[in-house]
């Protein structure tokens, strides 16, 4: 015990010495034990020092969290190298202890469990953290996040999403502690080691960087791929371009196409006479870049939000049954008495928070204009009951946003509920309480803009906006609130159509972003003026503009060789094909991919590029196509 109480004391006034002899100053270091194999139990646990210490780095100071196998340690555990890491401190979302076990959750990544050899160690290891903003979690001793960031704070009040903001200061997890990590996503930030499979296959090999960073060998913000200028590949030399001047340029433009909507005919002409795709990669083509007329918007919803009967011929009997699983859910809160509801406050909480939102939402629509609107009526009760389907997640703010454009298009309350409940399914991470999947789509948007215009991201960072909170909304609510009523429903089929990439809602965020950075650098906008800027936007983007620019910003990265992205931007560009390929392992069939060799060498030429379409194909990585 001697030698462990040693181990684990603080030492501030010691230095780390990694393998090049540059030192840092090591803060706090102690035994522990990572869980890379569970079920083996103590034998699937790697002995290793996890460390506390502070780097220096292009004259900054970052404190860096870091775990190192002891020697000899491989030769119980193969590969045992692989899971030393090296992070920043800013980097993790929370901290979880269970007895004398530590659960660290970065942004985008939750590391092995930490075995500490004693609860006491693993006390003191969270105490030296109070120095660095890492405090207790409300309601919960057994959690550690980081303080709020008055910025998010701000940039969710003056978006209009107050009760967003406040429902997420009383709840358990800390979102204003997790995204406060995202004001710090700098471009040295961009380039540190990325998130690691460790749950999803403990075993896989991970990249030399990883295990060079957590021995000290390199600086975790050196960039492992460059971002501009010429580009050195094993499959050649090609010149990184920027999509800036294409982007902003009307006339540029060569590649986006938009078409007229689909209409009635179109639409039947994709379903067999049972009522059966049987072109479902035409029908979402014609989606993406038409949208859908009014006369067939109905049907076409109920078809990207999987609201359809399987077959024809089983029809009434399928919304007959639907329509008794609503209403059985609709009881359970309308049988609810007065004290029974006495005695629930979080019935009591749910009431009030939609009453206040439903009668505010889009009240300067005829469908929801009045004192006495049935449709309002509706709006609540399928909120409510969409609480009691889902008590987990519950009701959050921006839920109403949502369900008011579907309601204006089925016009029918268990259609609503129904296509709302399968939307929440794809997009619940926005509104869960922990906001993970709002953190990772923050960073991947930042990683995006400082890959295609690292220059409008200079300028945010040095004007605190690095975060690019003032998206937030725009990805919480699926940009409900910045184009018009007509305009969200044809930027909706677009977006669920996911005919290039169930992502392209990112691709939306940059369109907008690259449409008006000159208007934000030209006026020198300062962090409150950026958001008084985006806010001033609501109801007036274009949806074809900005559909065109991220159709081609989508389209122009399609064509740089994935080696040179960041991990998280080559996610977003193979996504498209890979549900494609698994689909056509289930079904048997061919893919059918929107992107091909030939399309981008023909974009290529069409854009100012080398005529050669060899050289073109051979430069150039095609969404889910590795280089030969």
């Given at each position: 015990m001697a030698d462990n109480a040693s181990r684990g004391a603080a030492v501030s006034e010691r230095a780390a010495t990694n393998e090049e002899g540059s030192t840092s100053p090591l803060l706090y270091q102690t035994h522990t034990a990572l869980d890379v194999q569970p079920r083996l139990g103590r034998k699937g646990r790697i002995p290793g020092t996890l460390r506390l210490t502070m780097q220096e780095s292009k004259g900054k100071s970052r404190t860096m969290l870091s775990w190192h196998m002891d020697e000899g340690a491989s030769d119980a555990v193969p590969s045992a190298k692989q899971y030393e890491f090296c992070h920043r401190l800013d980097s993790v979302l929370q901290l979880q202890r269970r007895g004398s076990v530590l659960i660290v959750t970065l942004r985008?990544?939750?590391?092995?469990?930490?075995?500490?050899?004693?609860?006491?160690?693993?006390?003191?290891?969270?105490?030296?953290?109070?120095?660095?903003?890492?405090?207790?979690?409300?309601?919960?001793?057994?959690?550690?996040?980081?303080?709020?960031?008055?910025?998010?704070?701000?940039?969710?009040?003056?978006?209009?999403?107050?009760?967003?903001?406040?429902?997420?200061?009383?709840?358990?997890?800390?979102?204003?502690?997790?995204?406060?990590?995202?004001?710090?996503?700098?471009?040295?930030?961009?380039?540190?080691?990325?998130?690691?499979?460790?749950?999803?296959?403990?075993?896989?090999d991970a990249p030399d960087d990883l295990a060079r960073t957590a021995s000290g060998q390199a600086d975790p913000l050196t960039p492992s791929f460059p971002c501009r200028?010429?580009?050195?590949?094993?499959?050649?030399?090609?010149?990184?371009?920027?999509?800036?001047?294409?982007?902003?340029?009307?006339?540029?433009?060569?590649?986006?196409?938009?078409?007229?909507?689909?209409?009635?005919?179109?639409?039947?002409?994709?379903?067999?006479?049972?009522?059966?795709?049987?072109?479902?990669?035409?029908?979402?083509?014609?989606?993406?870049?038409?949208?859908?007329?009014?006369?067939?918007?109905?049907?076409?919803?109920?078809?990207?939000?999987?609201?359809?009967?399987?077959?024809?011929?089983?029809?009434?009997?399928?919304?007959?049954?639907?329509?008794?699983?609503?209403?059985?859910?609709?009881?359970?809160?309308?049988?609810?008495?007065?004290?029974?509801?006495?005695?629930?406050?979080?019935?009591?909480?749910?009431?009030?928070?939609?009453?206040?939102?439903?009668?505010?939402?889009?009240?300067?629509?005829?469908?929801?204009?009045g004192e006495d609107n049935e449709n309002l009526k509706v709006l609540s009760d399928v909120l409510l009951t969409y609480c009691a389907y889902d008590a987990d997640l519950g009701y959050v703010q921006g839920m109403n946003d949502l369900l008011a454009v579907i309601l204006t298009v089925v016009e029918d309350e268990v259609d609503a509920f129904w296509c709302f409940a399968n939307l929440m399914e794809?997009?619940?991470?926005?509104?869960?309480?922990?906001?993970?999947?709002?953190?990772?789509?923050?960073?991947?948007?930042?990683?995006?803009?400082?890959?295609?215009?690292?220059?409008?991201?200079?300028?945010?960072?040095?004007?605190?906006?690095?975060?690019?909170?003032?998206?937030?909304?725009?990805?919480?609510?699926?940009?409900?609130?910045?184009?018009?009523?007509?305009?969200?429903?044809?930027?909706?089929?677009?977006?669920?159509?996911?005919?290039?990439?169930?992502?392209?809602?990112?691709?939306?965020?940059l369109a907008i972003l690259i449409q008006h950075r000159d208007d934000i650098m030209t006026a020198e906008l300062d962090f409150e003026h950026i958001l008084k800027f985006v806010n001033d936007l609501s109801g007036?983007?274009?949806?074809?503009?900005?559909?065109?620019?991220?159709?081609?910003?989508?389209?122009?990265?399609a064509e740089y060789n994935l080696k040179v992205m960041p991990e998280n931007i080559r996610v977003l560009m193979a996504t498209w094909q890979q549900r494609a390929e698994s689909q056509a392992e289930g079904q048997g069939r061919d893919t059918a991919s929107p992107m091909t060799v030939s399309s981008v060498a023909h974009s290529w030429q069409e854009l100012g590029g080398d005529s050669d379409r060899d050289s073109v194909v051979s430069d150039a990585v095609v969404v889910g196509h590795p280089p030969a």
């Amino acid at each position: 015990m001697a030698d462990n109480a040693s181990r684990g004391a603080a030492v501030s006034e010691r230095a780390a010495t990694n393998e090049e002899g540059s030192t840092s100053p090591l803060l706090y270091q102690t035994h522990t034990a990572l869980d890379v194999q569970p079920r083996l139990g103590r034998k699937g646990r790697i002995p290793g020092t996890l460390r506390l210490t502070m780097q220096e780095s292009k004259g900054k100071s970052r404190t860096m969290l870091s775990w190192h196998m002891d020697e000899g340690a491989s030769d119980a555990v193969p590969s045992a190298k692989q899971y030393e890491f090296c992070h920043r401190l800013d980097s993790v979302l929370q901290l979880q202890r269970r007895g004398s076990v530590l659960i660290v959750t970065l942004r985008t990544l939750t590391l092995p469990p930490l075995h500490f050899e004693t609860t006491t160690s693993l006390k003191e290891f969270l105490s030296c953290l109070r120095p660095f903003r890492v405090c207790q979690a409300p309601n919960d001793a057994n959690t550690w996040v980081h303080e709020s960031s008055p910025k998010l704070t701000q940039s969710l009040d003056d978006l209009g999403l107050d009760s967003f903001a406040d429902t997420m200061r009383e709840a358990k997890w800390s979102l204003l502690g997790g995204l406060s990590q995202v004001t710090k996503f700098t471009r040295e930030h961009l380039f540190e080691s990325g998130p690691r499979p460790f749950l999803s296959d403990p075993m896989v090999d991970a990249p030399d960087d990883l295990a060079r960073t957590a021995s000290g060998q390199a600086d975790p913000l050196t960039p492992s791929f460059p971002c501009r200028e010429r580009t050195e590949t094993d499959i050649g030399s090609f010149d990184v371009i920027s999509p800036i001047k294409e982007l902003k340029d009307p006339a540029q433009r060569k590649t986006g196409k938009r078409t007229p909507p689909m209409t009635r005919q179109q639409f039947e002409s994709c379903f067999d006479s049972k009522g059966r795709v049987r072109d479902e990669s035409k029908l979402r083509e014609m989606l993406f870049y038409g949208g859908a007329a009014p006369e067939v918007r109905r049907d076409a919803w109920c078809f990207l939000l999987n609201h359809r009967s399987p077959s024809t011929g089983e029809t009434e009997t399928w919304r007959q049954k639907r329509c008794k699983e609503y209403e059985a859910m609709k009881t359970q809160w309308r049988t609810l008495s007065e004290d029974q509801l006495r005695h629930n406050a979080a019935w009591r909480d749910t009431f009030s928070r939609v009453a206040k939102d439903v009668r505010r939402t889009d009240r300067s629509l005829d469908f929801f204009a009045g004192e006495d609107n049935e449709n309002l009526k509706v709006l609540s009760d399928v909120l409510l009951t969409y609480c009691a389907y889902d008590a987990d997640l519950g009701y959050v703010q921006g839920m109403n946003d949502l369900l008011a454009v579907i309601l204006t298009v089925v016009e029918d309350e268990v259609d609503a509920f129904w296509c709302f409940a399968n939307l929440m399914e794809k997009m619940q991470t926005n509104f869960a309480m922990d906001q993970l999947g709002m953190t990772q789509q923050l960073e991947q948007l930042c990683s995006l803009l400082r890959f295609v215009d690292p220059e409008f991201m200079d300028y945010l960072e040095k004007h605190e906006s690095g975060g690019l909170f003032f998206c937030f909304r725009w990805m919480l609510i699926s940009f409900k609130r910045e184009f018009s009523m007509d305009g969200i429903k044809t930027l909706w089929e677009a977006l669920w159509s996911q005919w290039l990439s169930p992502e392209f809602h990112m691709f939306v965020c940059l369109a907008i972003l690259i449409q008006h950075r000159d208007d934000i650098m030209t006026a020198e906008l300062d962090f409150e003026h950026i958001l008084k800027f985006v806010n001033d936007l609501s109801g007036k983007l274009d949806p074809e503009e900005v559909l065109l620019t991220a159709e081609v910003a989508y389209q122009r990265l399609a064509e740089y060789n994935l080696k040179v992205m960041p991990e998280n931007i080559r996610v977003l560009m193979a996504t498209w094909q890979q549900r494609a390929e698994s689909q056509a392992e289930g079904q048997g069939r061919d893919t059918a991919s929107p992107m091909t060799v030939s399309s981008v060498a023909h974009s290529w030429q069409e854009l100012g590029g080398d005529s050669d379409r060899d050289s073109v194909v051979s430069d150039a990585v095609v969404v889910g196509h590795p280089p030969a």
